[in-house]
C-alpha cells in the first residue's frame, strides 16, 4: 500500500478568535496554526473560527466592514467556517458596554462535533473551558489548548496538551524575519523559545520548536526525531541587562532570540535575547 503521509486522524480546530485577539494575537497566522493541528498528516474535518461582529459599527464605518469582512474571507480561504458572533450593547447607568460572547457557541459546536474526532485543538486561554475539556476528554478525544497570553492555569492543567502560540513557528510572525525573507529557523531568523538549563557560570541553552512534527514529547534535541533545536546563549546577550535567571519562575518565560553561528560551540548560538511573555 502507498504511504500517503496521513495519520488517520481526524481532527477539529476551535479558535476564540476574541480571546486569541485581545492576548497577542492581532497577528495571528490561522494557516501556522491550522498546520500544527494537523502536524501528523491528520485530517481536519472542523476548522471553526468564532468571531464578534459589529453590524451597527459595520453599518456606520466602512473600513471596520472592509476590514472585517477581509479578514473573514482569509479565514474562509485557509477553510476555517467563522461563525460570526453580533456585538450586542448593554446599558449600565449612563455606560455602555458591548458584549459578544461566543463560549456557549463553541462549546455546544466542539462537544456535539466531538463524535467524529479523535482529536481537538482548542485555542482559547479562557478558563471558562476547563470543564468542555474535561467533558472532551472523558468522550474519548485528546485536547490540546493553544493559547499566547493571560492563560487559565486551570486550563493549562486539564488539557493534554498545553502548548503557548508563540513557540510554534509562524503563528505569531515576527517582523525581522519578513523584512529579511528568513525561515523560523535559519541562521539570521529570530525565534523564540524557553530557557531549559542555566548554570551559575553565566551561560545557558534555549531550546525552539524548528519544525513541526507529532514527536512533541520527543524535547531532547539529541534524538534525531527531535522538532526542538538547542541553542547555547551567554547572560551578556539578555535584553534589558541583569535578567535574572535564578528565580523559579524563569522556567515560565519564552525568550525571542536571533540565531548566529556560535564560535564557543559547534551549534547556534543565541544572541539579542527578549522576554516577551510568561507562561
Known sequence: MRDTGRSGFRVGVYVDVANMYFNGGRRMQYDALREFACRDGAEPLRLNAY???DAERAHEDVNYRDGINKFHSKLQDFGYKVIRKEVKWYQDDDKWYRKANADLDLAVDVLLQSR???RILIATGDGDFVRVVRALQNEGCRVEIVSLDNTSMDLRNEADLFISGYLIP???PIDHNLE???NWGDVGSRVRGVCYRHGDRGFGFMRFMKKMNANLWLTDTRHPDSPF???YFHD???IPRGFSFTSPSTQNYIFEFE???SNRTDGLEAINIKPISKL
Open 51 to 53: 468571531a464578534s461582529y
Open 229 to 231: 533545536e538547542s541553542v
Open 180 to 182: 529579511f525573507n528568513l
Open 236 to 238: 551578556s546577550s539578555i
Open 259 to 261: 540565531l548566529v553561528e
Open 170 to 172: 509562524n503563528v505569531i
Open 116 to 118: 467524529s474526532l479523535d
